[in-house]
Each structure stands twice: as structure tokens, then as C-alpha cells.
């Protein structure tokens, strides 16, 4: 069973515009949460984090919001950029040391 | 700069060999992991290492083992490879979960 959910496959956003990638989860123990991005061919790389104290944090063109009631976090991303394109993935850290599971993923497109 | 690098890109073994893959990072990080990526499943722990000759079972270790007897040092090994574990193998390394994870380039594995 999924404990990280990314229930969005896939998401075309136009140049300029905002992306907002969305990320489920059902372990009310998870205490951090992360973004990755991923080129083909690449290893993942780190975007942004957030404490589950926190309910927000941003970091230039990237926000993450944490709704820890409804167990939901997002990115958004604006101004979306080509070379934004790549598949996100969220992640959250367990309940043992730091074992951290990831959603299976959401493949941006942006539009020039 | 951290550097997580992977020892092969590419490798196809045959169905019932014995396959090792490496993994050296060079920041001295306590945590290592492995992970598998596979289409829409996206990236799921296979074992992660917290120490030196420490491990613990991810979400899939079964077909897998691991070996930590150097800090910097992290081996992933199919006792006998199955078709099924055709897959992208990704090696990550931390110090701290909100700093991220950093990921190596990746294996890509083909067992014929």
C-alpha cells in the first residue's frame, strides 16, 4: 500500500504560468517531507523540504504548502520554465532513522 | 560538491548470475540507500544503511542483500538475478533528511 501518493501522472502547464504539483500521504508519523526532480537518465535531485511543523517554505521560484489536517502537500512552481519540464517526485521521511519513500511521480511539461 | 557515484551506467547480465552493484560517496555521510525506479511506480527503498554494517530492509529487499563495511562504501547484491529485476538501480546518500538526499546517476539493469 502506497503511503506517498502522487495521483497526477502527468501535467502540461504553458510557459510562464504556475505549476502546482500535488502529493498525498497517510502516515500521520511522516516528519519531513521533500521534492525531487528527475531528468531521464539523471539520479533525482533535491528542489525543497519542509518540517511538519512548518506550512509553508520557499525557495526562489518554489513553494511548498503542507496541510498537515488533510495529510496534503504541494509545489508550486512560478514562473514555470521550459527546463522545468523533468518528473517530480515526492518524498517523506519515516518513522525509523531516516528511511525516506517516494511517491511514483508527476511529469511536468512546460510549454514554451 | 557532493558526489555520489555509481560504479557501471549500463549492465546486462543473465538470468541466475550474481550481481554487484557499488556505490562510494565522498561527504562522509552516515546514511546510504538504495532504491529501484520502474515506470509508475517510481522510486521505492530496497535497504538503506544508517552506519557502517548497519542495514535495514526498505519496502522490496526480497532478491536483494547489501553490504556496508566502509563509511563511504554502500554494495547492492542480486544473490541470483531475475528478470524482474530489470530495473534502474539509484544509490543516495545524507547527513540530514532536510538537507536531502543525493542521488548517484543511476544503473540501469537488464537481466536477460
Known amino acids: 500500500d502506497q503511503q506517498v501518493k502522487q495521483n497526477s501522472p502527468s501535467l502540461s502547464v504553458q510557459e510562464g504560468r504556475i505549476s502546482i504539483l500535488n502529493c498525498d500521504y497517510t502516515n500521520s508519523m511522516f516528519d519531513y517531507f521533500l521534492w525531487y526532480k528527475k531528468y531521464p537518465a539523471e539520479g533525482p535531485t533535491f528542489l525543497i523540504s519542509?518540517?511538519?511543523?512548518?506550512d509553508k517554505n520557499e525557495d526562489g521560484r518554489f513553494t511548498v504548502f503542507l496541510n498537515k489536517s488533510a495529510k496534503h502537500l504541494s509545489l508550486h512552481i512560478v514562473p514555470s520554465q521550459p527546463g522545468d519540464s523533468a518528473v517530480y517526485f515526492c518524498?517523506?521521511?519515516?518513522?525509523?532513522?531516516?528511511?525516506?519513500?517516494f511517491g511514483p511521480g508527476t511529469s511536468l511539461s512546460v510549454i514554451p | 560538491d557532493v558526489k555520489v557515484t555509481q560504479s557501471s551506467r549500463y549492465l546486462v547480465k543473465r538470468t541466475g548470475e550474481k550481481v554487484f552493484l557499488e556505490c562510494v560517496q565522498d561527504m562522509d555521510h552516515e546514511n546510504m540507500f538504495w532504491y529501484r525506479q520502474d515506470p509508475g511506480l517510481g522510486l521505492r527503498l530496497i535497504y538503506f544503511?544508517?552506519?557502517?554494517?548497519?542495514?535495514e530492509k526498505g519496502d522490496i529487499p526480497e532478491g536483494y542483500s547489501v553490504s556496508r563495511e566502509k563509511k563511504e562504501r554502500f554494495s547492492l547484491i542480486l544473490e541470483s538475478a531475475s528478470t524482474n529485476q530489470t530495473s534502474m538501480y539509484l544509490c543516495a546518500s545524507s547527513l540530514l533528511v532536510r538537507q536531502g538526499l543525493f542521488f548517484g546517476s543511476g544503473t540501469q539493469l537488464s537481466v536477460l
Open positions: 518524498a517523506a521521511r519515516g518513522t525509523s532513522y531516516d528511511k525516506v519513500i
Open positions: 519542509i518540517s511538519s511543523i512548518k
Open positions: 544503511s544508517y552506519d557502517v554494517k548497519m542495514k
